[in-house]
């Protein structure tokens, strides 16, 4: 008895094209938009995010709580508002928030306390002339960098909401 021949055809491996996509995952509205910080209020907001970690860095809340306060939350906040404009969550959201007025008074606020807190922080290390005193000096200076920073946010913000206001139909 005989065994039963067994026929094996191959073919040469051809390329697979992507793996499919699966539908409906809890992430598909996540979409990274890296455009935005190629644009000057992109530019300004990682000037600031650098600018802030360098005013906490520096900064010793043994003179200046103030300081310290507005620093973080100034970070916190503008890291936040990074992550909305990379993820574009606005544009996600379907709520009845103007976007560009919630900016704006956020950067307002945070030029308005910068401007007070290093300030505060210089009064503080006036009467101190020693160099363990120079890095508080030092986060002075990159607040005063970084309340310009928030400022020339809060002008293009203000400049783009004019104009959105002024080319917005009358209700």
Same mark, same amino acid.
């Given at each position: 008895?005989?065994?039963?021949?067994?026929?094996?055809?191959?073919?040469? #491996?051809?390329?697979?094209?992507?793996?499919p =996509? =699966?539908?409906?995952?809890?992430?598909? @509205?996540?979409?990274?938009?890296?455009?935005?910080?190629?644009?000057?209020?992109?530019?300004?907001?990682?000037?600031?995010? %650098?600018?802030?970690?360098? +005013?906490?860095?520096?900064?010793?809340? @043994?003179?200046?709580? @103030? !300081?310290?306060?507005?620093?973080? %939350?100034?970070?916190?906040t503008?890291?936040? @508002?990074? +992550?909305?404009?990379?993820?574009?969550?606005?544009?996600?959201?379907?709520?009845?928030?103007?976007? %560009?007025?919630?900016?704006?008074i956020?950067m307002?606020?945070?030029?308005?306390l /910068?401007?007070?807190? !290093?300030?505060?922080?210089?009064?503080?290390?006036?009467?101190? /002339?020693? #160099?363990?005193?120079?890095?508080?000096?030092?986060?002075?200076? !990159?607040?005063?960098?970084?309340?310009?920073?928030?400022?020339?946010?809060?002008?293009?913000?203000?400049?783009?909401?004019?104009?959105?206001?002024?080319?917005?139909?009358?209700?």
């Amino acid at each position: 008895m005989m065994a039963p021949e067994t026929v094996v055809t191959t073919e040469p #491996n051809k390329p697979q094209g992507p793996p499919p =996509q =699966q539908q409906g995952g809890k992430l598909d @509205w996540i979409k990274i938009d890296i455009n935005y910080f190629k644009t000057p209020l992109g530019l300004l907001k990682i000037v600031q995010l %650098v600018l802030g970690i360098l +005013c906490m860095a520096l900064a010793s809340p @043994w003179y200046s709580t @103030w !300081f310290v306060f507005v620093a973080v %939350v100034s970070f916190i906040t503008t890291l936040l @508002w990074s +992550c909305v404009f990379l993820f574009s969550i606005k544009d996600v959201l379907k709520l009845p928030i103007n976007w %560009v007025l919630s900016e704006l008074i956020s950067m307002g606020l945070k030029t308005l306390l /910068y401007l007070i807190a !290093f300030i505060v922080l210089f009064a503080a290390t006036a009467t101190y /002339y020693s #160099n363990i005193h120079a890095a508080n000096v030092a986060a002075a200076v !990159f607040g005063i960098f970084n309340t310009v920073a928030y400022g020339a946010s809060t002008f293009l913000l203000f400049k783009e909401y004019r104009s959105s206001v002024a080319s917005a139909p009358a209700a």
